[in-house]
T-cell receptor, first 112, second 115 residues
Framework: AQSVTQPDIHITVSEGASLELRCNYS??????LFWYVQSPGQGLQLLLK??????LVQGIKGFEAEFKRSQSSFNLRKPSVHWSDAAEYFCAVGARNNDMRFGAGTRLTVKP | DAMVIQNPRYQVTQFGKPVTLSCSQT?????MYWYQQKSSQAPKLLFHYYDKDFNNEADTPDNFQSRRPNTSFCFLDIRSPGLGDAAMYLCATSRDPVGGQEKLFFGSGTQLSVL
């Protein structure tokens, strides 16, 4: 079965600084990869997804992610973080068995 | 323009007292899911409906049941809540089964407290 690891439980960055959230996956076939964001007390919202093709995918709110098969990674990036980006970020991998697995999440704090 | 609506937003119940959480959708999606999310953990899939077909995850306790009377509504029933069932419960939908490519649309969740 597929699995997802988000090594960083909590990250703090200053507003305006760049951001990278790490995600590693384990899956025997070509994965379908997602990043979701969850604001406090809210449901999850899709930021971006990768199915095939260009390994650098653009998402909403200025986020992008790069799929690196050799590293089994799908890291999320943003060049300049805004205070409103403070939230929990979940990486997820979908598989053909109709299952989607979420990582444990990374909580982002943005300092003024 | 809420698309996946969960009620109530907060639910308090007593230990052992049955409770029902509700979810409705205006997307006309075929699939509806229930996830349990405990504090600082990943959402965990409990079960899902593909149309009327119910699919239970192997490790979902028998204490958790679900009903889907029509396309728009889905209910989560907890027959005898324990303290360990306190969590955020998230409802989600997708147009087709998550065969890898479909994205999920989430509701805002119901935060369940068990006293």
């Amino acid at each position: 079965a597929q699995s997802v690891t988000q090594p960083d439980i909590h990250i703090t960055v200053s507003e305006g600084a760049s951001l990278e959230l790490r995600c590693n996956y384990s899956y025997g076939a070509t994965p379908y990869l997602f990043w979701y964001v969850q604001s406090p007390g809210q449901g999850l919202q899709l930021l971006l997804k990768y199915f095939s093709g260009d390994t650098l995918v653009q998402g909403i709110k200025g986020f992008e992610a790069e799929f690196k098969r050799s590293q089994s990674s799908f890291n999320l990036r943003k060049p300049s973080v805004h205070w409103s980006d403070a939230a929990e970020y979940f990486c997820a991998v979908g598989a053909r068995n109709n299952d989607m697995r979420f990582g444990a999440g990374t909580r982002l704090t943005v300092k003024p | 323009d809420a698309m996946v609506i969960q009620n109530p937003r907060y639910q308090v119940t007593q230990f052992g007292k049955p409770v029902t959480l509700s979810c409705s959708q205006t997307l006309n999606h075929n699939v509806m899911y229930w996830y349990q999310q405990k504090s600082s953990q990943a959402p965990k899939l409990l079960f899902h409906y593909y149309d009327k077909d119910f699919n239970n995850e192997a490790d979902t306790p028998d204490n958790f049941q679900s009903r889907r009377p029509n396309t728009s509504f889905c209910f989560l029933d907890i027959r005898s809540p324990g303290l360990g069932d306190a969590a955020m419960y998230l409802c989600a939908t997708s147009r087709d089964p998550v065969g890898g490519q479909e994205k999920l649309f989430f509701g805002s969740g119901t935060q369940l407290s068990v006293l």
